[in-house]
């Protein structure tokens, strides 16, 4: 039986997070890492190694702190291990879990690796389905990252210093006393696309990367803002701190109240007013073709059902048996995360 996802937070308010508990440790030679700096830190963060308990141990709840360091996990356990670290509000969090773990993840073993692909998620169901970790190309991780390269110009899963620079530039130039902040988001983000635009032949920035893109533009400005100052304003050396070595800054606290679509919404859809743009793929460089039937930024409901019948569905044409019943699940518990939104669910298997 697949764990459910954990509900809301019982303590859900301000707490020193970086605490002696959880150590900063740098990840070994076998332990994986890749696109997201949330994850990667509450991995760094995570379990100690002395204490590194198997698989079926984390069931205990003294282990179900942040994350495997390992940096394989249960989609229960990333729930866990966002409301805990930076309180992303229940809600959220299983969207971008459930999203994931459908299109990155093993359905079967129930583990995803937050990097690349890797035999620690078991056996892997019949291709197409890629099972490829959050590393993957063209799944949930996309093109126009801040501080990673397009897939076409090497590793888009690593940290890159001239991304950085230019995300610390941005920052000077147009957010509150040199942070990165709303208005450095905007302008990096169109940034970001211009730049893809100019010079990535194969750029793809449609749904459903349009939705993460702007998503994950704001959340340096939320999350990786220690929750007792909690004013948008995110200095460049904690900024470093999560990109680079994925660390939490000293003495780091999360969010004082969960956070969730309400407060994540109107701040990407700021960012849109500010530079919008049309969906689409360039046919070669600096030849960007508008897919204007392809889900626009703002309808939330359109991408999911996008995920769902065209991104799952292209790995996972006709499953059956055990397979069948693991994508029905998670695909339950990802509508559980979006009915706050009254979209249909959208059932590509059948009901
Ligand atoms: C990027 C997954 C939670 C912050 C990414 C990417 C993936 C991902 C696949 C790469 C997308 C790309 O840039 O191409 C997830 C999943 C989460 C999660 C499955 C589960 C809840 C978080 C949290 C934070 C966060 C809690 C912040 C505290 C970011 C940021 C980026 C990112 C800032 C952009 C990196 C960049 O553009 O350089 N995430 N993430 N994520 N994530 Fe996460
Ligand atoms: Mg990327």
Do not use: W
Request: proline content about 11%; glycine content about 8%; aromatic content about 12%.
């Amino acid at each position: 039986p697949i764990p459910p996802p954990p509900g809301p937070l019982v303590n859900d308010g301000l707490l020193l997070v970086n605490d002696p508990s959880h150590p900063f440790i740098q990840p070994g030679p076998d332990d994986l890492r890749g696109p997201c700096p949330g994850l990667n830190t509450l991995a760094n963060h995570g379990v100690r190694k002395t204490l590194r308990p198997t698989v079926s141990e984390f069931h205990f709840a003294e282990f179900n702190q942040y994350l495997p360091r390992s940096g394989v996990a249960r989609p229960d356990q990333l729930v866990t291990a966002v409301m805990e670290g930076f309180n992303l509000g229940n809600d959220f969090a299983r969207f971008l879990v459930y999203q994931a773990h459908l299109i990155d993840g093993n359905p079967i073993t129930n583990l995803i690796s937050i990097g690349m692909k890797t035999p620690q998620t078991g056996p892997d169901p019949p291709a197409p389905a890629i099972v490829g970790g959050l590393s993957q190309h063209g799944t949930f991780e996309g093109d126009t990252s801040m501080t990673r390269v397009d897939a076409f110009f090497g590793n888009p899963a690593i940290f890159n210093e001239t991304r950085f620079d230019e995300f610390s530039a941005f920052s000077m130039q147009f957010g509150v006393n040199g942070t990165y902040d709303i208005n450095a988001a905007a302008e990096l983000r169109h940034q970001r696309l211009e730049d893809s635009i100019q010079t990535n032949p194969e750029l793809s920035f449609q749904s459903p990367r349009i939705l993460s893109a702007f998503s994950e533009a704001v959340f340096p400005t939320i999350f990786f803002v220690d929750g007792r100052l909690d004013n948008g304003q995110l200095n460049l050396q904690a900024a470093r701190s999560f990109f680079q070595p994925n660390k939490f800054p000293d003495n780091f606290f999360r969010q004082p109240a969960p956070v969730s679509f309400p407060t994540i919404q109107p701040l990407t859809q700021q960012l849109f007013d500010k530079h919008p743009f049309v969906p689409g793929m360039n046919n070669g460089t600096n030849n960007f073709i508008e897919l204007p039937d392809t889900p626009a930024l703002s309808d939330f409901c359109g991408i999911y059902d996008d995920i769902v019948n065209r991104v799952l569905k292209t790995q996972y044409p006709n499953p059956s048996g055990p397979l069948l019943e693991a994508l029905q699940t998670n695909l339950n518990f990802l509508f559980s995360a979006v009915e706050g939104h009254n979209c249909t669910q959208a059932f590509p298997f059948g009901q």
